[in-house]
């Protein structure tokens, strides 16, 4: 336990380190590294067995639907998401972004929310989600920016 903690430790030092580097990386490759590290610290969980990220090795990227998250190890691979962690899952990605990326002002008790590029950016209206899919990138950035303040400040 207290290694997968310090294993998230470092990799968030690693990854809050890097945000600034990221536009120096004309692949893009670095910036979808950095982008699945920090969802990664913030999920937090599998959406399977509950367990922290990190505990069983390396998370596995997935497919729900739309959306893109993380499992904890390759036997969840062939399980069914439980509701209550994926419920909590969603508000932790919620609470780290805390701010709607277009109009920059905190989220609504019940934000609305859109996905793009697989992944799940709270909105405080509709019509902010329109905006977030004609530019993903921007906003996706964006959401990356509060993510890394959130997580640093923990």
Known sequence: ??????????????VVGQQAMAHDDSS????????DQLRIAV???CPVSGQRLGEH???????????????CCQGCLQKKINPQHWATIHANMARAQRICPVMKRPLPKNPKWTIAEGQVVYTCCPPCGK???A???????KVDELYAASLESR
């Open 28 to 35: 893009g490759a670095h910036d979808h590294a950095n982008r």
């Open 43 to 45: 999920q937090q969980i």
């Open 57 to 71: 090795g390396a998370p596995i990227k997935v497919k729900v639907g739309e959306e893109t998250v993380f499992l």
């Open 131 to 133: 905006k977030i899919l």
């Open 135 to 141: 530019k993903p990138d921007t906003y996706l950035h």
């Open 1 to 14: 336990m207290k290694t997968a903690r310090m294993f998230l430790g470092v990799a968030l030092m690693a």
